[in-house]
């Protein structure tokens, strides 16, 4: 058993032990049990359980657990009771330190026990048995979390109080709205050749492309999709105005052009055809003016001319082909974009502040802690951190939240883009691999695959 699941039996064990009602009951075993009555929280919401000590070890009511998480129950005319709740089947017979969990037997950590009538078992083999979260709070109370949740393979904010979670299949992509609070979930999309869906900031609408290049646009509160324009050309990636008006999107197979698109209408204009390929990682100011996107030169393939065509014998050139970053100002006439950098690091694009005067990425480079760097349009370099092992970083606005590597654990920092401030947010366990934030959004992290949302300073799982 590891630390963190020895840690959690105790503390559970210890906060179920203390009740303050109790009554004396008839008990089918040969001396009386006292069974009292416990509170604890199903779902965010008070509930009481009726409990039990046997040999030491504290005992909740199936019964009582069961029907507070939901679960449908049904006597083994054979002995004992089936509990039947979301997929799974359990089955449990009185004096068995084993359990039947979907047709499979598991161990359990202390036998079930009969009492008056009543099953009795360890909170812990329970929850485990039914699929539930089971946690303690600083005060000493037990949080059950029995909403089914989905498994997403990706997610994003839609807003404050929702997640866009995506979880991929075998013939394309299922997209659902997720409750940030409870974990609940509902449908939104089931697409085959749908491109990621780009939520837009009012959090009303999101935009896609099909393998076409038709632009379609689904209102995520009545889930109705509407084709925005039928245009062939590929479009790579899709950005929404800050005002939810416009789509920016680059433009051909190579990422060429950046172009504007009016949904009220389905027109398209250019907004810089400079003939530079291989553009990606658009950010657009939020006056619709500025750019900046990141171009890398695909490097120069040769062959030995004295060998045969299918001997295979190529070398591949990739002098020059770090990321580069490039701003743009459309408000000035006749304009031609400005290379912010030249820097030979591998460079892991973050995003662009508010006002797009700013890139900001993460430079990799051999021997050496990642950090956090911003560019300015004047070619200025900050480096905002750059004294810890930044993993991964995303914008909100004009805010940037890194993720940053720790000798047992990881660090969350906040970074204002305005004045240059940095500080600790949050410590969490080595295994978060990524930040989720946009503005006015709380917090969420991608913990062991799970998306868990920052709730008063105490992480929640939304997905599973």
Do not use: C
């Amino acid at each position: 058993m590891s630390m963190k699941k020895t840690l959690l039996v105790t503390a559970l064990a210890a906060a179920l032990s203390t009740s303050a009602i109790s009554v004396v009951s008839a008990a089918s075993v040969s001396t009386k049990i006292e069974v009292q009555q416990y509170s604890l929280f199903v779902n965010d919401a008070a509930t009481t359980v009726r409990t039990v000590k046997v040999n030491g070890v504290t005992l909740v009511s199936v019964r009582d657990l069961g029907t507070a998480v939901g679960a449908l129950f049904e006597v083994n005319p054979k002995g004992g009771v089936f509990a039947y709740f979301q997929d799974h089947a359990i089955a449990l017979k009185a004096s068995s330190n084993k359990a039947l969990v979907d047709g499979s037997e598991v161990d359990l950590e202390a036998a079930v026990t009969s009492v008056a009538n009543s099953y009795y078992i360890k909170l812990e083999d329970f929850a485990a048995a039914l699929g539930v979260d089971s946690s303690v709070d600083n005060a000493g109370k037990v949080w059950i979390d029995a909403v089914q949740k989905i498994q997403a393979d990706q997610a994003s904010w839609i807003d404050a109080g929702h997640l866009l979670a995506s979880q991929m299949t075998e013939t394309g992509r299922i997209d659902y709205v997720v409750d940030a609070a409870t974990g609940s979930y509902k449908q939104l999309l089931n697409s085959t050749e749908a491109s990621d869906l780009i939520v837009a900031p009012n959090g009303t609408k999101a935009a896609y492309t099909d393998q076409d290049g038709a632009v379609y646009v689904i209102d995520l509160a009545k889930k109705v999709t509407v084709e925005i324009t039928a245009d062939n050309t590929i479009k790579p990636e899709l950005v929404w105005s800050a005002d939810s008006s416009a789509i920016y999107f680059l433009q051909g197979d190579k990422g060429s052009v950046i172009a504007k698109l009016n949904p009220a209408d389905g027109t398209i204009t250019k907004v810089l055809d400079d003939k530079v390929d291989y553009k990606s990682n658009l950010s657009v100011s939020a006056d619709g003016k500025s750019f900046i996107y990141t171009v890398i030169k695909p490097g120069a393939v040769t062959a030995d001319a004295s060998k045969p065509v299918d001997s295979d014998d190529v070398v591949i050139d990739s002098t020059g082909t770090e990321p580069q970053y490039f701003a743009y100002d459309s408000s000035v006439k006749e304009n031609k974009p400005v290379k912010l950098t030249t820097s030979t690091d591998d460079k892991i694009y973050v995003g662009a502040n508010a006002d797009a005067s700013k890139a900001i990425y993460v430079s990799v480079e051999d021997n050496k802690p990642s950090s956090l760097i911003s560019v300015g349009k004047d070619k200025t370099v900050t480096k905002l951190i750059d004294d810890k092992d930044v993993l991964q970083a995303v914008i909100a606005g004009d805010i940037v939240y890194a993720l940053v590597d720790g000798a047992t654990d990881e660090s969350i920092y906040e970074v204002n883009l305005t004045t240059g401030a940095k500080k600790l947010v949050s410590t969490v366990p080595a295994e978060v691999t990524e930040i989720i934030a946009a503005p006015g959004t709380p917090l969420a992290i991608v913990q062991d695959g799970q998306v868990l949302v920052n709730h008063n300073s105490k992480w929640k799982k939304v997905t599973k």
